[in-house]
Structure formats: C-alpha cells, structure tokens
C-alpha cells in the first residue's frame, strides 16, 4: 500500500506541475514527456514492479486478494477500502462481544474437554481447586439430618475434575441433596403409617382392656428403668413410646408380657418392685385410699416408726415404697 501511496503522489505532482505550466508542452521541468522524475515512460518507482492496481502488488498474496475482491475491496482508492476493512471489523467486534485476540480458541483435536475447560477456569467460573468451591446446604435440607461432610469431599473433587464451575455443582449437590431428603421424609411417612397400623391391631386384639394393659406395661417398665438406675430424662423417653395414644405397639406388648410375667410370680421379682404390677389406676386408687387410713398397716407402720419401736423403720420402708408406687401408677393415668 506504501508504492503505491507514493506512485498516486508522485501523479499528483506531476499533473499540478502539468497545469501551472500555462499549457505548454505535456512534460515537466527537467524530465521527458510524459514521465515521473527518476523514473522511465509511465512508469512507477522501484518496488512497484509496475503493477497497475494495489492489491496487484507483491504486497498481497493470491489468497489476501482473493479475499480483498471477495469482500468488494477492490477499489481504486486504498483509502476508501481501508474505511470499509474499519467498519468491517467495528461490526465484528460488536457481534463477537470481544476483540478477536481476547476469544477463546476451541479445544485442541486429542485435547480433553474437562482440561481444556479447567485453563480457561476464569472464563467459565471454574475454580483454582476443589476446595475453592463456596458450597451451601439446601434450604430444604431436614435440621435433624447430619450433613455428609465426606461425600460433599468427593463431590468437590468431582466437580473440578469434570470441570464444572460453582453454580453447576451447587446444582448437582441440591438434587442430591432433595432426593435424599425426600427419602427420609418417605421413609418417616412411611413408619408412622406402619405404628398407626399396628396400634390399631393392638386395640382390636384388647379390646376393652386396652387401657389396663397399658398401665401394666408402663409399671413393668418403670419397675425395670428404676431396677436398672436409669435417670429421669431416660425415664421420660420410656413414657413415651409406652404412651397408650400414640406409643410403639410392639413395646407396649412386650412390657405388658413383662408385667403379666412379674404379677404372676412366674420371673423373679425385682428388688423394691413390689407387688402389684397389675393394678389398675382405679385399683391403686383405692389401695391408696386405704392405705392412709390411721388404722391401715402403713398408718401403725409410721406411728411405730415415730414412737422408735425397735425393726418398725423397715417395715414402714417397704410399705412407704408400695404408696410411691401406688402414687405413681394415678399419677400416670391422669397424664
């Protein structure tokens, strides 16, 4: 483009020189006719190669003016096809969102995708290690459910091996996350279908000793929990699922067969269980009742005991002992 700068210039000088010489001969000062100083007949400085257009010079090769008259380029004006290759490139700037030498170049032939994503980490959002991924728990995630640390481990280094970036894994990890919730919940769902179930059996197979079979079972298990030193916060696990509306059927018969077992002498008693095990709430009651009459064994028990009539403490111990129980089997009924 430079030759012929200087050709269309060296032109131009001629053709002013042509004009300011009032119409004389066809030549200029100093030179033959029709010539360009230093130069032959119409012909170009060296480097021109006497090409006639510019984008015949040996500037171009045969695929840039391939192309130069492909895009319509090919104009007598340089200028004019510079202006053109300007807004040429201004639009595909504009479209390409990025100058072309900041564009990614696509994935070599044997080149691994997951490689090729991970050097272009900034681009895509994919960070320096797995560590680096900023991970949540879902919202939904059940607050009583322990978070799989280890898993969450393997993931993140699952994740940067494939080539996922933040958001992506995120994804993966709260579809993981719902379904395993979703399991639980099932899984929940489903066992309380299952208890309602069998408490409904267990109350068609007592019948109307429902409720005394109940209280046997809760004083069977009370009788063993003391036995065995439990606390108190043990105690009221225990109450729970031996409660008669909403308790674990298949406890409440297995304590229930304990209690039938200790009242029928038929397995060694506990010590400090007392006898009994199958009283009613109504029964105790009554037995309460008449327990703290001045004239009951446990009345002259306590007087005797008062007065300091030698071996009295003891048998008012024992006795004490039955009206706790007692107390405790009314004290259930009314809860």
Do not use: C
């Not at 090409?51 to 840039?64: I, L, P, Q, R, V």
């Not at 267990?202 to 065995?228: I, T």
């Amino acid at each position: 483009m430079t030759d012929f700068l200087k050709r269309f210039r060296a032109r131009r000088v001629f053709q002013v020189a042509d004009a300011g010489a009032g119409g004389g001969a066809d030549t200029a000062p100093g030179a033959g006719a029709d010539t360009i100083p230093g130069g032959g007949d119409d012909t170009a400085p060296a480097g021109g190669a006497g090409a006639g257009n510019w984008w015949e010079g040996d500037k171009f090769s045969d695929t840039h003016r391939q192309l130069l008259t492909a895009k319509g380029l090919t104009v007598d004006d340089p200028l004019e096809a510079l202006a053109k290759i300007t807004e040429n490139y201004r639009h595909a700037e504009s479209r390409l969102g990025a100058s072309p030498d900041q564009l990614l170049t696509r994935p070599k032939k044997d080149e691994d995708m997951s490689e090729w994503l991970r050097k272009n980490g900034e681009v895509f959002g994919i960070p320096e290690s797995a560590e680096k991924y900023e991970l949540a728990k879902p919202e939904g995630w059940p607050k009583d459910q322990a978070w799989d640390a280890e898993l969450e481990g393997k993931a993140r280094a699952l994740g940067h091996q494939l080539g996922l970036n933040g958001p992506q894994l995120q994804g993966m990890v709260n579809l993981y996350a719902d379904n395993v919730a979703g399991m639980l919940q099932g899984a929940e769902r489903d066992l309380q279908q299952s208890a309602d179930q069998l408490r409904t059996e267990l109350k068609k197979d007592w019948g109307d000793q429902y409720d005394a079979r109940v209280a046997l079972a809760q004083q069977a298990a009370s009788a063993l929990a003391e036995a065995a030193g439990l606390d108190s916060n043990a105690l009221m696990n225990i109450a729970q699922v031996l409660k008669g509306s909403s308790g674990d059927a298949n406890t409440l018969r297995l304590f229930a067969a304990v209690g039938q077992m200790m009242g029928e002498d038929s397995m060694p008693r506990l010590e400090g269980a007392g006898g009994g095990l199958g009283t009613t709430p109504a029964e105790a009651r009554a037995e309460l009742d008449a327990m703290l009459k001045p004239d009951s064994d446990y009345g002259k028990a306590m007087a005797a005991k008062r007065a300091g009539v030698p071996g009295a403490g003891a048998n008012y111990k024992a006795l004490h002992e039955r009206r706790m129980h007692l107390e405790k089997i009314v004290a259930d009924a009314g809860k």
